[in-house]
């Protein structure tokens, strides 16, 4: 098990529950009495939370809720440790940061299956007599260049991302048609986007807004040299007035059929499922404040009263193309004895992260024992978050948090006889319990001990 953030304990953790022997390996160590360290940890320590102290909702019914809801079922050790170390936040689970890594550090040493080893991986290979089975990694958005090379070694050159990209995702329904029209350009193929048009004036206003809002904050070890094929919107929008004209927001081949005119900008939107319940403004990556996105963005025609799913990103982040290379039991296709998890294998944020630990470490121990993993439901959020790295579009994949937008939907016939969200929501969440119920009751693991590994 290599990497000692959030995914790799709870992998380890897990695993070792399940009857197997573990070596966590983990790069930060003292050397000659100082830290080694990554740019963004500023401790030694297991499960050390960088930016954040937040594993995000505990309101009933929320997708977050969901997926903690279905940790829980399953003995997640960090979620618990998360729940004994909780701290006042709203609706929100927030944790103290040094008594959540402390208690992580008393379960790992408390486990006589787990054996820690402080060294920096850079070599992968698969394994022969007396080595491990399994090798599963989970060294995140920072993950070393010497292990970074490694990773590319194998999984082949170009499947892997070091800089994150993320356009906002506004939900379906809370577009307004009436003021947008769908064509695709020059009338090429079929009318699959939502084009958002306007006039210099509301141009020059959406301008004038985005050259003033707040840019996110940006930590030392997050400062990037911005790729020239893909520079957030407010980057561009400072080289001159025309240059959105001419990148993201250009208007040529988008003839408004309403009006027979081409529109002075166009912001166009692009399904992001199958579904169409939800779009993806396409190239608005930035790094705006989310408040100040929120603003900028509704003054779009169409936009004024959306709801975002998502906000744009722009940050340093490590992962692979998921989609390309891994099955549903997170395994790399190619190289089975390799698995993936946490932020490396695509998903975004802490929640997420130890989601997957929990998963491979499940399915780690199957397979430890002979026998192929029984999948998380598709319908749960669990499987829903699984499904979605490894058959996302592979051209378009970007990490995701855990949102409806990745759960199964109701039945067409239900969502039109249910109208309220909200209950819309608790009827997913309910079957999504259900689903993970049975399979957990079905297939998921015996109790810890159980079985040698």
């Known amino acids: 098990m290599i990497g000692g953030g959030l995914a790799g304990p709870e992998a380890a953790l897990t695993a070792a529950r399940l009857g197997c022997q573990v070596d966590l390996y983990e790069m930060r160590r003292m050397v000659d009495g100082s830290p080694l360290l990554t740019p963004a940890h500023q401790t030694t320590e297991f499960g050390e939370l960088v930016c954040s102290n937040s594993l995000k909702s505990e309101s009933p019914n929320t997708a977050p809720w969901l997926l903690k809801q279905e940790m829980r079922r399953a003995g997640s050790a960090l979620l618990r440790i998360a729940d004994e ?49 399994l090798t599963i990694l989970a060294t995140g958005p920072l993950t070393s260049d010497a292990l970074s090379a490694e990773i590319e070694r194998i999984t082949g050159s170009g499947h892997m991302a070091f800089y994150d990209s993320i356009s906002p995702i506004v939900e379906a329904d809370s577009i307004d048609m009436e003021r947008v029209y769908l064509a695709a350009r020059w009338d090429k193929g079929t009318a699959d986007y939502i084009n958002c048009p306007m006039d210099r ?153 130890i989601a997957t630990g929990l998963l491979a470490g499940i399915y780690a121990a199957a397979l430890a024992r002979g026998e192929e993993p029984v999948t998380a439901p598709r319908s749960s959020g669990l499987g829903s ?58 297939a998921g693991p015996l109790e810890a001990g159980a079985h040698g590994a």
């Not at 408004?256 to 692009?270: F, H, I, K």
């Not at 993806?280 to 404040?289: S, T």
């Not at 979605?388 to 994949?397: L, P, Q, R």
């Not at 948090?401 to 067409?412: A, H, Q, V």
């Open 85 to 133: 170390t909780a701290v006042p936040a709203g609706h929100a689970l927030a944790v103290d940061r040094v008594e959540f890594s402390r208690r992580i550090a008393e379960a790992i040493a408390a486990e006589p299956g787990i054996r820690v080893m402080r060294e920096e991986v850079t070599r992968l290979q698969e394994p022969g007599a007396g080595d491990p089975d």
């Open 201 to 353: 004036a509301e141009f020059d206003r959406f301008l004038d807004a985005l050259l003033a809002a707040e840019a996110a904050e940006t930590r030392e070890w997050e400062k990037l040299d911005y790729f020239e094929g893909c520079l957030p919107i407010e980057v561009l929008a400072r080289r001159g007035r025309d240059t959105l004209r001419f990148g993201p927001m250009k208007p040529v081949g988008l003839r408004d059929p309403r009006t027979g005119r081409t529109p002075w900008a166009v912001v166009q939107l692009r399904k992001e499922n199958v579904r169409a319940d939800s779009y993806n403004l396409v190239g608005f990556q930035n790094h705006l404040k989310f408040g100040e996105q929120a603003k900028v963005l509704r003054l779009i025609p169409g936009l004024e009263n959306a709801r975002f799913l998502r906000y744009g990103q722009i940050h340093r982040n490590t992962y692979i193309q998921a989609p390309a290379l891994l099955d549903e039991t997170l395994r790399l296709k190619s190289a089975p004895w390799l698995m993936f998890a946490g932020q490396l294998s695509g998903v975004e944020g802490y929640t997420e992260s």
């Open 385 to 442: 978050l699984v499904h979605y790295i490894t058959h996302a579009e592979v051209k378009h994949f970007q990490p995701a948090n855990i949102t409806f937008d990745l759960l199964e939907p109701l039945e067409e016939e239900v969502r039109k006889k249910v109208r309220d969200k909200k209950e819309r929501h608790r009827m997913v969440c309910e079957r999504a319990l259900a689903a993970f119920d049975g399979w957990w009751a079905a």
